[in-house]
């Protein structure tokens, strides 16, 4: 049975492949996924939002650059590149389209696994610094 280590390691090299069904082999049929873009429950939400990803930017690629010494939870930090090519859907609903801009965003995430799949992954990286490489700029809230 594969640890958590080396079940992360297995779902990175899916997500570089773009292999939703080996995305998905790595994942409990209930796990539950969090990221800053939301919580995914279950295989058909963790699949929608890959495949969302994938559609997004067709050259998606995670890279680890450093692995904690330790095995469950397994703790990766990551750079993750890609270029925006496809409609990237926006946390509060909003649509993007393609603006064409390479993107390199750091990242960390920490997964457990129970019966050889993982049952929670933890994805975190700086949405700000996807955001302003893909051109957005921030704006003041208006005051109440």
């Known amino acids: 049975m594969p640890s ?12 570089n492949d773009h292999d939703l069904y080996r995305v998905l082999d790595c994942y409990a049929p209930d796990a539950v ?13 963790i699949s929608w939002h890959f495949e ?5 930017f ?3 690629c995670y890279t680890a650059w450093y692995k904690a010494p330790c095995d469950d939870p397994a703790v990766t930090e ?12 926006l946390p509060n609903g909003e649509v993007v389209e393609a ?5 390199t965003v750091r990242g960390s995430c920490a997964c457990a696994i129970e019966h050889g799949k993982i049952i929670t992954d933890r994805d975190y990286f700086d949405q700000l610094e996807l955001y302003c490489q893909l051109g ?4 003041t809230a208006p005051r109440h």
Do not use: C, N, W
């Open 4 to 15: 958590a280590r080396e079940l992360k390691d297995l779902l990175f090299l899916a997500i």
């Open 33 to 45: 996924y969090v990221s800053p873009v939301g919580v995914m429950e279950g295989h058909q939400q």
């Open 52 to 56: 969302h990803l994938f559609k997004s």
């Open 58 to 60: 067709p050259d998606l």
């Open 78 to 89: 990551y750079t993750m590149t890609g270029t925006h090519m496809g409609p990237l859907l």
């Open 99 to 103: 603006t064409g801009r390479r993107i």
């Open 136 to 139: 957005f700029a921030l704006t």
